[in-house]
């Protein structure tokens, strides 16, 4: 099992930037993918970014660009660098890790961060 502990969460103004970080309780070396979800009330949990343990990244279309995931085995750490906010990247930012065994993938969460940006 894997215990995740989001923060860097808060309010910005529209082009402003956030840095989110994701504090793994055990090596993420032994994790294969870590990414970022965002739920906006009334929205479905989306895919914002993931990592895998072979450093392959993947974003969301909305955030390409915008949007850089990165790691720090170190401190287990997962970060979410997000420049040019939008108001509609305005969501429940919530780590995510993946660890797989042959077919079966156990997934873990954190409690989520909110992000809100305001116009």
């Known amino acids: 099992q894997v215990q995740l502990v989001e923060s860097g969460g808060g309010l910005v103004q529209a082009g402003g930037s956030l840095r989110l970080s994701c504090a793994a309780s055990?090596?993420?070396?032994?994790?294969?993918?870590m990414g970022w979800y965002r739920q906006a009330p009334g929205k479905e949990r989306d895919l914002v970014a993931s990592i895998t343990s072979g450093g392959i990244t993947n974003y969301a279309d909305s955030v390409k660009g915008r949007f850089t995931i990165s790691r720090d085995y170190a401190k287990n750490t997962v970060y979410l660098q997000m420049n040019s906010l939008k108001p509609e990247d305005t969501a429940v930012y919530y780590c995510?890790?993946?660890?797989?065994?042959?077919?079966?993938?156990?997934?873990?969460w954190g409690q989520g961060t909110q992000v809100t940006v305001s116009s």
């Open positions: 055990r090596s993420i070396f032994s994790i294969n993918i």
């Open positions: 995510n890790a993946g660890m797989i065994r042959g077919p079966t993938r156990n997934d873990y």
